[in-house]
């Protein structure tokens, strides 16, 4: 017993002294995407041996600052950054392992998308951006911290700060749902929503205090660590575009607080954020910012040395850190439930889509198409999609969706096409014509999956034919066809202009009638479609892609019409008509016999960021009968080849290639700018 009270009585000095430490607080300050800089920050500060106490951070600051304090190591929080993708975050766009197969082709579609909406009650809704990805990602990285807590009681006390924008004064929060606390911090007013909590708008804290010294002083801090990503106040030559006079208010607003929490920082660790903004959220802007970060912080090495001297500590000391943190498997993530107070609203939006592209098949065309959701429940959706080219376009759609990815709907459609026909590359005719149609069919979606039936009536008006070769009049006359269809589609590819991994194939049975039931009093017209391709990625940047497509007529006495027959060429499918196949080398589009199959071969090597080049071939054969297909005397061969290079921009890919092929027996040329629509 003595012998035990006289080692307790040895160690109590040590005890009362490790309880009297002056205790250190890191404060973050807010920045955006300069905020990234705060992990190389800290892993220089554990580095150093500064024990933490306190974390206290604004917007950024407060996100990094939050996961920090629950057990995230600098390491982790590293590896998180760089790996995220931030333009689909910093957006409300649906995750595409989330969407059914439809929407998710559809989106592909266009260069813009707009929200909108006539009516809104919801605060939620005051933001250009909701957050609801964020609020997901918050909600899984704070997963154990889902009910309200204590922010002294985590591992490391934090607090952070936010802006009630109702009354303009400053909120603190010391307790709460962690994700929601972090989310209200950063809501940068006009671009993230607010949040609406408790009757307070809260917007981001860095319009109040952007560098919250005062609230780590406050908490019990004796000495503080800071770490500053706030750009400085720009003069007047400097004030040039909308991104710079928006920071310069945003830091005017609280430009007294920082200088008065400037003064009582004992470390205060100044990152060079020089040529980058709040918005520099980039692959190659993260990964510098947290490098500058790191160096930042190294610069103030010996300051960080004699604080820790100023403890008492040695030079080998490594305070106890909470973490690494146990972040949640892809399974599980799925099952944490998001705070509705920072989900933004479950309801589908209604959106504005707009494309353009310009090539050289038919120069410039423009696409505007909106849907809007009717009812409470919204299950019912009204489409209205409107195209100006030289396919001119006009189409309604109503659909209904009664479970989840079963769906129905009728459309109408109305179309003017000016097109030119090739022979061999040369211009066989020049016809205009007006095409209506009339669709009604059920779907069922899956996120990979589609399998679709229905009946189509399709009303064909020719109105003018410059014919440069005799042809045959009963291809061009007027006609009304009724045919039946059912399809199925898959597609897995990770990439709408350079897909790198996946696989896409389509199977299609159409039955053309001219009374349900017949064709020209004969047996119906069956055509059977079929499409396959795959990306495979066997070293980096490099990828192949084979492909193989066909389509075969049978029945009605092969008196195939235009609307019916098969067409080659082209750098898209269905360019002109449904039924065309493209085909390099062949820059325009030629009738084909009723049978078509073609297998192409693309390779493509990535040689510059965003910078691709490719080299194209493909082999067809054609016949009038698909058991002909591999007789001489009946049938001929294809062959076309192609070297391109593409820009994969924002607008859609910029692309031009050179080609050549047996038909046209001449080098032709092909350029285009924007998505496919």
Same mark, same amino acid.
Request: proline share 4%; hydrophobic share 40%; net charge neutral.
């Given at each position: 017993?003595?012998?035990?009270?006289?080692?307790?009585?040895?160690?109590?000095?040590?005890?009362?002294?490790?309880?009297?430490r002056?205790?250190?607080?890191?404060?973050?300050?807010?920045?955006?995407?300069?905020?990234?800089?705060?992990?190389?920050a800290?892993?220089?500060?554990?580095?150093?041996?500064?024990?933490?106490?306190?974390?206290?951070?604004?917007?950024?600051?407060?996100?990094?600052?939050?996961?920090?304090?629950?057990?995230y190591?600098?390491?982790?929080?590293?590896?998180?950054?760089?790996?995220?993708?931030?333009?689909?975050?910093?957006?409300?766009?649906?995750?595409?392992?989330?969407?059914?197969?439809?929407?998710?082709?559809?989106?592909?579609?266009?260069?813009?998308?707009?929200?909108?909406?006539?009516?809104?009650?919801?605060?939620?809704e005051?933001?250009?951006i909701?957050?609801?990805?964020?609020?997901?990602?918050?909600?899984?990285?704070t997963?154990?911290?889902?009910?309200?807590?204590?922010f002294?009681?985590?591992?490391?006390?934090?607090?952070?700060? =936010?802006?009630? @924008?109702?009354? *303009?004064?400053? %909120?603190?929060?010391?307790?709460?749902?962690? +994700?929601? $606390? &972090?989310?209200?911090?950063?809501?940068?007013?006009?671009?993230?929503?607010?949040?609406?909590?408790? =009757?307070?708008? @809260?917007?981001? *804290?860095?319009? %109040?205090?952007?560098?919250?010294?005062?609230? +780590?002083? $406050? &908490?019990?801090?004796?000495?503080?660590?800071?770490?500053?990503?706030?750009?400085?106040?720009?003069?007047?030559?400097? @004030?040039?575009?909308?991104k710079?006079?928006?920071?310069?208010?945003?830091?005017?607003?609280?430009?007294?607080?920082y200088?008065?929490?400037?003064?009582?920082?004992?470390?205060?660790?100044?990152?060079?954020?020089n040529?980058?903004?709040?918005?520099?959220?980039?692959?190659?802007?993260?990964?510098?910012?947290?490098?500058?970060?790191?160096?930042?912080?190294?610069?103030?090495?010996?300051?960080?040395?004699?604080?820790?001297?100023?403890?008492?500590?040695?030079?080998?000391?490594?305070?106890?850190?909470?973490?690494?943190?146990?972040?949640?498997?892809?399974?599980?993530?799925?099952?944490?439930?998001?705070?509705?107070?920072?989900?933004?609203?479950?309801?589908?939006?209604?959106?504005?889509?707009?494309?353009?592209?310009?090539?050289?098949?038919?120069?410039?065309?423009?696409?505007?198409?909106t849907?809007?959701?009717?009812?409470?429940?919204?299950?019912?959706?009204?489409?209205?999609?409107?195209?100006?080219?030289?396919?001119?376009?006009?189409?309604?759609?109503?659909?209904?969706?009664?479970?989840?990815?079963?769906?129905?709907?009728?459309?109408?459609?109305?179309?003017?096409?000016?097109?030119?026909?090739?022979?061999?590359?040369?211009?066989?005719?020049?016809?205009?014509?007006?095409h209506?149609?009339?669709?009604?069919?059920?779907?069922?979606?899956?996120?990979?999956?589609?399998?679709?039936?229905?009946?189509?009536?399709?009303?064909?008006?020719?109105?003018?034919?410059?014919?440069?070769?005799?042809?045959?009049?009963?291809?061009?006359?007027?006609?009304?066809?009724?045919?039946?269809?059912?399809?199925?589609?898959?597609?897995?590819?990770?990439?709408?202009?350079?897909?790198?991994?996946?696989?896409?194939?389509?199977?299609?049975?159409?039955?053309?009638?001219?009374?349900?039931?017949?064709?020209?009093?004969?047996?119906?017209?069956?055509?059977?479609?079929?499409?396959?391709?795959?990306?495979?990625?066997?070293?980096?940047?490099?990828?192949?892609i084979?492909?193989?497509?066909?389509?075969?007529?049978?029945?009605?006495?092969?008196?195939?019409?235009?609307?019916?027959?098969?067409?080659?060429?082209?750098?898209?499918?269905?360019?002109?008509?449904?039924?065309?196949?493209?085909?390099?080398?062949?820059?325009?589009?030629?009738?084909?016999?009723?049978?078509?199959?073609?297998?192409?071969?693309?390779?493509?090597?990535?040689?510059?960021?965003?910078?691709?080049?490719?080299?194209?071939?493909?082999?067809?054969?054609?016949?009038?009968?698909?058991?002909?297909?591999?007789?001489?005397?009946?049938?001929?061969?294809?062959?076309?080849?192609?070297?391109?290079?593409?820009?994969?921009?924002?607008?859609?890919?910029?692309?031009?290639?050179?080609?050549?092929?047996?038909?046209?027996?001449?080098?032709?040329?092909?350029?285009?700018?924007?998505?496919?629509?």
């Amino acid at each position: 017993m003595k012998y035990r009270l006289f080692i307790g009585l040895l160690f109590l000095p040590m005890f009362l002294w490790g309880q009297s430490r002056p205790k250190v607080a890191v404060v973050l300050s807010g920045g955006g995407a300069k905020g990234a800089a705060h992990i190389g920050a800290l892993k220089v500060i554990e580095e150093a041996g500064i024990p933490v106490d306190y974390v206290v951070g604004t917007s950024m600051g407060a996100i990094v600052g939050g996961l920090y304090a629950i057990g995230y190591t600098p390491q982790q929080l590293d590896s998180m950054a760089r790996a995220q993708n931030w333009k689909f975050l910093l957006s409300d766009a649906p995750n595409p392992k989330d969407l059914l197969l439809d929407d998710r082709l559809k989106s592909e579609r266009y260069v813009l998308s707009i929200p909108y909406s006539f009516k809104s009650g919801n605060v939620l809704e005051a933001g250009i951006i909701k957050g609801k990805n964020l609020a997901r990602l918050f909600s899984t990285l704070t997963y154990g911290y889902q009910d309200s807590a204590n922010f002294s009681r985590l591992p490391i006390p934090f607090a952070c700060v =936010s802006e009630n @924008l109702a009354n *303009g004064t400053e %909120v603190v929060f010391h307790k709460g749902i962690l +994700a929601t $606390a &972090m989310r209200s911090s950063m809501s940068i007013p006009g671009v993230f929503a607010p949040i609406y909590l408790d =009757s307070m708008v @809260l917007v981001d *804290g860095g319009m %109040v205090n952007n560098y919250p010294v005062d609230v +780590a002083l $406050a &908490m019990g801090a004796d000495l503080i660590v800071g770490v500053d990503v706030q750009s400085p106040l720009l003069d007047a030559s400097e @004030l040039k575009s909308v991104k710079d006079i928006f920071g310069q208010i945003i830091n005017l607003q609280g430009e007294k607080k920082y200088l008065e929490n400037l003064r009582k920082t004992n470390v205060h660790i100044k990152v060079d954020v020089n040529g980058y903004s709040a918005a520099s959220f980039s692959k190659e802007a993260i990964d510098t910012l947290i490098v500058r970060g790191e160096q930042a912080a190294r610069k103030d090495w010996d300051k960080l040395v004699g604080l820790r001297n100023q403890l008492g500590l040695s030079a080998g000391y490594q305070p106890h850190r909470p973490g690494p943190y146990p972040v949640p498997s892809v399974a599980e993530s799925k099952n944490i439930p998001v705070d509705p107070q920072i989900s933004g609203p479950s309801v589908r939006e209604n959106k504005l889509n707009i494309g353009f592209r310009f090539d050289t098949e038919e120069l410039a065309a423009l696409q505007a198409n909106t849907v809007y959701y009717l009812g409470k429940q919204q299950t019912s959706q009204l489409s209205l999609t409107a195209r100006l080219g030289k396919r001119t376009m006009a189409q309604v759609g109503y659909n209904y969706q009664w479970h989840k990815g079963w769906q129905t709907g009728l459309t109408y459609q109305f179309d003017y096409k000016d097109i030119s026909i090739y022979n061999e590359g040369k211009r066989t005719f020049d016809l205009t014509f007006t095409h209506q149609l009339i669709n009604a069919g059920v779907a069922k979606d899956w996120h990979q999956i589609q399998v679709s039936a229905g009946i189509n009536f399709d009303n064909y008006r020719y109105h003018d034919m410059l014919s440069l070769e005799p042809m045959d009049a009963i291809m061009f006359k007027n006609e009304s066809l009724f045919s039946y269809y059912v399809g199925l589609v898959y597609n897995t590819m990770n990439g709408r202009s350079v897909p790198t991994k996946g696989m896409a194939w389509a199977l299609t049975y159409n039955l053309y009638t001219d009374n349900f039931f017949q064709y020209k009093d004969n047996n119906p017209i069956s055509a059977f479609y079929a499409h396959w391709q795959s990306c495979i990625t066997p070293i980096k940047n490099f990828t192949v892609i084979p492909s193989l497509d066909g389509r075969v007529l049978a029945g009605g006495h092969d008196n195939y019409t235009f609307a019916v027959s098969n067409l080659l060429g082209g750098n898209m499918p269905g360019r002109y008509m449904p039924q065309q196949i493209p085909f390099v080398g062949i820059n325009k589009a030629e009738l084909a016999s009723g049978t078509v199959i073609v297998a192409g071969l693309k390779l493509r090597q990535q040689i510059l960021k965003n910078q691709y080049i490719s080299v194209v071939g493909n082999y067809g054969r054609s016949s009038g009968e698909l058991h002909e297909l591999f007789d001489d005397t009946h049938s001929y061969d294809l062959v076309g080849a192609g070297i391109g290079y593409m820009y994969n921009s924002f607008l859609g890919p910029v692309e031009i290639q050179l080609n050549w092929s047996n038909q046209t027996k001449s080098v032709g040329w092909y350029a285009g700018l924007g998505f496919t629509f």
